[in-house]
T-cell receptor, first 114, second 116 residues
């Protein structure tokens, strides 16, 4: 299994500001995923981040709002830009074990926007 | 579009009882299903999986049943313990494009509350 560390674990931000969330994996992985989990809801995929290429965004999510970096095979960042209260959510990073088709998740970043 | 959903958002049980969490899926092309457990303040964690060529799979205290006829999945937890209190998600995968990776579609989740 993979060990995933996310920072920060939580934050309270003012509207109009941006927050960058970091995700560190203890092994090299090709694909990393960013999810949003709104209060009491399931997980919604924001984008898939491949090292060396542009991230692939799901319908309803755009790069200007959620820019992603993937500088190497163990690290990725997700930025939530120009935040509004509607962005209050848990943001989760995950990686896939392609041999087992299982995803491993970080503990998440709990974001509150005032 | 295709979706995965759960019948019950909250399930309360007494410690020692058996728990059954249900999930309905609609994508008949799905060939792989996973149950995840998410404890408070943590990310989802893999519990058990099942492929579409099976109808039952057992783990330690957990059993997953798959009924492809009615597109229904269930997770049974035997002798439920307070530590089982969490939100449980089912997820469905369909075979990825060549060279691709499974990206699951998650159901809404069921909150399991175990009373001592």
């Amino acid at each position: 299994s993979a060990v995933i560390s996310q920072k920060p674990s939580r934050d309270i931000c003012q509207r109009g500001t941006s927050l960058t969330i970091q995700c560190q994996v203890d092994s090299q992985v090709t694909m990393m995923f960013w999810y949003r989990q709104q209060p009491g809801q399931s997980l919604t995929l924001i984008a898939t981040a491949n090292q060396g290429s542009e991230a692939t965004y799901e319908s309803g999510f755009v790069i200007d709002k959620f820019p992603i970096s993937r500088p190497n095979l163990t690290f990725s960042t997700l930025t939530v830009s120009n935040m509004s209260p509607e962005d209050s959510s848990i943001y989760l990073c995950s990686v896939a074990d392609t041999a087992k088709n299982i995803q491993y998740f970080g503990a998440g970043t709990r974001l509150s926007v005032l | 579009g295709e979706s995965v959903g759960l019948h019950l958002p909250t399930l309360s049980v007494q410690e020692g009882d058996n728990s059954i969490i249900n999930c309905a899926y609609s994508n008949s092309a799905s060939d792989y299903f996973i149950w995840y457990k998410q404890e408070s303040g943590k990310g989802p964690q893999f519990i058990i999986d099942i492929r579409s060529n099976m109808d039952k799979r057992q783990g330690q205290r957990v059993t997953v049943l798959l009924n492809k006829t009615v597109k229904h999945l269930s997770l049974q937890i035997a002798a439920t313990q307070p530590g089982d209190s969490a939100v449980y998600f089912c997820a469905e995968n369909s075979s990825p494009p060549s060279g691709g990776s499974y990206i699951p579609t998650f159901g809404r989740g069921t909150s399991l509350i175990v009373h001592p």
